[in-house]
Structure formats: structure tokens, C-alpha cells
């Protein structure tokens, strides 16, 4: 797919809608932003789930509109 965009006053480019429902991603998702200096390009590239206290990408459970460990819900769960 290949399209052409103009990037604003405030360097913004908007990604069209077809492409943003071919690969799944949904309004207000974070995205992370790559330059990638050897090759002169920008990657947008879909912010991989962590966990909101200890950063941990493994045995995640949505909370809200963010995630936390199964090891973190533990430790937490024991204090209370």
C-alpha cells in the first residue's frame, strides 16, 4: 500500500483510515515513533502491552486503560 500525505504545521500526518483498519489499530492507541538514521526513514510501529508497574511484557491483565503482571497483582494482593 503506498499513499502520499502532507505533514502539517505541527508535523503531523494523518494515516489513512483504510490503512489504520488493515493492521488493527484503534483511535488513541499509543504508537511508538522510530528514526531509523542508516536507512533515513520513520517507523510508527504498535506499542507492545507492559505492565504499568514493573514494565514486564509477560502475563498481562488489562486494568483500565493499562495493563499489570500477574506479579505485580500478587504483590499488591498481598498487601491488602
Known amino acids: 500500500m ?4 502532507l505533514i ?17 489499530i484503534n483511535s488513541e492507541e499509543e ?15 504498535r506499542r507492545e502491552a507492559r505492565c504499568a508497574i514493573c514494565s514486564s511484557p509477560k502475563n498481562l491483565k488489562k486494568l483500565d486503560n493499562g495493563y499489570i503482571c500477574a506479579s505485580c497483582a500478587k504483590r499488591i494482593s498481598e498487601l491488602i
Open 2 to 5: 503506498h499513499c502520499v500525505k
Open 8 to 24: 502539517d504545521k505541527n508535523g503531523r500526518i494523518v494515516i489513512p483510515k483504510y490503512m489504520r483498519e488493515k493492521i488493527g
Open 31 to 45: 504508537m511508538d515513533v522510530l528514526l531509523m538514521d542508516d536507512i533515513e526513514q520513520i517507523v510508527l510501529k
